[in-house]
Nanobody, 115 residues
Framework: QVNLVESGGGLVQPGGSLYLSCEAS????????MGWYRQAPGKQRELVAIVDSAGRTTTADFVKGRFAISRDDAKDTVDLQIDKMKPEDSGVYYC?????????WGTGILVTVSS
């Protein structure tokens, strides 16, 4: 079992920044992918960014120039820096991890971009 706990969400004004962090615990040896998805109200969950065990990243098109993902295997964390935030970035952000072909999700953390 892999447990994922997100932190750092909240309310931010348009143009502002937010730093999300996710810490993994439990049976976390040999985690392959770690990353973030998000889900806006009334929409499907979508990929934000993923980092594999070799450090390669996969990112959504909307990420470019505004989001940065980082993974620290020594601390078992995967973090997401979001800059120049837009109202359409609002939603629940979920931490994601894969171990031995099984997918694990955090409970999600709410991000609201509003003035």
């Amino acid at each position: 079992q892999v447990n994922l706990v997100e932190s750092g969400g909240g309310l931010v004004q348009p143009g502002g920044s937010l730093y999300l962090s996710c810490e993994a615990s439990g049976d976390i040896a040999i985690l392959s992918d770690m990353g973030w998805y998000r889900q806006a109200p009334g929409k499907q969950r979508e990929l934000v960014a993923i980092v594999d065990s070799a450090g390669r990243t996969t990112t959504a098109d909307f990420v470019k120039g505004r989001f940065a993902i980082s993974r620290d295997d020594a601390k078992d964390t995967v973090d997401l820096q979001i800059d120049k935030m837009k109202p359409e970035d609002s939603g629940v952000y979920y931490c994601y991890a894969v171990r031995r072909g099984l997918t694990y999700w955090g409970t999600g953390i709410l991000v609201t971009v509003s003035s």
